[in-house]
C-alpha cells in the first residue's frame, strides 16, 4: 500500500514537472525582448465613427484653400450608390476644363461637355456640411471607397456644398477639402482631382 502511495506522489511530481515545462517552452520569457511599436499611420488619431455635422460657412483656413481657379486633373472614381449625368464609367470629357470659386462669384461654364453642371452664381452660398476623420467615418457617410480618392486613414476631409444665394437651392457639384490642401471635385457620383491654377 505504501509503494502504491509512494508510486502514485512521484507521478505526481513528475507530471507536475512536466507541465512546468511545457509551460516554459510554449510561454517563453518575452520580457527582455521589446513588443514591436504599433504602426502609428494605421491607427486614427479621431476614432470616431462618423463624420461630424456642421452644416456652417467656411472657416478663413478652408475660404484660403478653396477660392481660386481650378483645372480638372484626372478621375478618380464613383460613389456606389447612384448614377449622374457624366459619361459613366469614364468621365473623361471633363479633364482639362476649369472653373472658377471665389467669394462673390462661382462659375463652372468652363465644364463644356455638361450642361447640367453649368452654372454661373453671384454672391454663391458655400457650406460646410460634414467633416470626417477617419476613412471609417467617411466610408459609412458618403458610401465611397476612400482609397480611389487616395484619402488615407488620418486624413482631415471637409464636405462642401454649394447653393444659388437668389433662389436657396443647391446645385449638383460639391467638394471634397482634404487636409486643407487638396480639392476634389464631385458631379454626383463621379469624383476628379482638381489643381488651383490661380488662387
Not at 461630424?52 to 478621375?75: A, I, P, Q
Not at 453642371?117 to 458610401?143: G, V
Not at 456644398?161 to 458631379?187: A, C, E, H, K, W
Amino acid at each position: 500500500m505504501k509503494k502504491i502511495g509512494w508510486v502514485c506522489i512521484l507521478m505526481m511530481l513528475m507530471l507536475t514537472s512536466a507541465c512546468g515545462n511545457v509551460e516554459m517552452t510554449s510561454h517563453p520569457n518575452t520580457s527582455s525582448n521589446p513588443k514591436p511599436e504599433a504602426d502609428e499611420s494605421m491607427t486614427p488619431e479621431n476614432t470616431t465613427d462618423y463624420c461630424e455635422d456642421v452644416f456652417t460657412t467656411l472657416d478663413s483656413e478652408t475660404e484660403k484653400s478653396f477660392y481660386g481657379t481650378w483645372k480638372v486633373e484626372k478621375l478618380l472614381g464613383f460613389s456606389n450608390s447612384y448614377n449622374d449625368a457624366s459619361e459613366y464609367p469614364t468621365g473623361q470629357k471633363i479633364i482639362g476644363d476649369e472653373f472658377i470659386i471665389k467669394k462673390d462669384f462661382f462659375s463652372s461654364k468652363g465644364l463644356k461637355n455638361y450642361t447640367n453642371y453649368q452654372h454661373e452664381l453671384k454672391n454663391p452660398l458655400y457650406e460646410l456640411n460634414f467633416i470626417c476623420y477617419n476613412t471609417i467615418s467617411f466610408y459609412r457617410l458618403f458610401k465611397t471607397d476612400p482609397d480611389t480618392l487616395h484619402i488615407n486613414n488620418n486624413d482631415k476631409v471637409k464636405y462642401i456644398v454649394l447653393n444659388d444665394s437668389s433662389t436657396n437651392l443647391g446645385i449638383p457639384l460639391s467638394f471634397f477639402m482634404v487636409n486643407n490642401d487638396r480639392l476634389i471635385l464631385l458631379l454626383e457620383a463621379t469624383h476628379f482631382e482638381l489643381k488651383k491654377i490661380t488662387d
